[in-house]
């Protein structure tokens, strides 16, 4: 299951330096795969999709910070908990019920980004 940042969020920024992942950006950034992974080429997103690991894409948010479940892997395989969730003042970093993941596949999307 990939993380969440609610409405709660007061865009103080605290999580986007923690993500190992590199899958939270500040509202009305785009983002791609490769920021901050070691991505090349193509890459298949969670709803199957084939991408180029440099494609841009519209932001998720405009108004505040934004985790991109297709990055997200609850920290799995760098840390004991999501680091966003842990140091969020506000607990506004949650699981996201609409990406449901296990261990392993968490484990495997991190390793795919991080070879």
């Known amino acids: 299951m990939s993380i969440k940042i609610t409405e709660e969020c007061i865009n103080c920024g605290a999580c986007e330096p923690e993500c190992p992942n590199n899958a939270i950006y500040e509202g009305g950034v785009e983002w791609a795969i ?3 992974t070691n991505v090349k080429g193509p890459f298949t997103l969670l709803d ?3 991408v180029d690991a440099d494609q841009r894409f ?3 948010s ?4 934004y985790i991109t479940p297709n990055k997200c892997t ?3 395989g760098f840390h004991e908990e999501p680091q966003c969730a842990a140091v969020c003042p506000v607990d ?3 699981p996201d019920e609409m990406y449901q993941e296990t261990v392993d596949e968490l484990l495997a999307k991190k390793e795919k980004m991080h070879l």
Do not use: H, K, L, N
């Open 34 to 36: 490769t920021d901050g």
């Open 48 to 50: 199957g999709s084939v």
């Open 62 to 65: 405009v108004d505040m910070y």
């Open 92 to 94: 506004c970093c949650v």
């Open 74 to 76: 609850e920290c799995q």
């Open 58 to 60: 519209a932001p998720i």
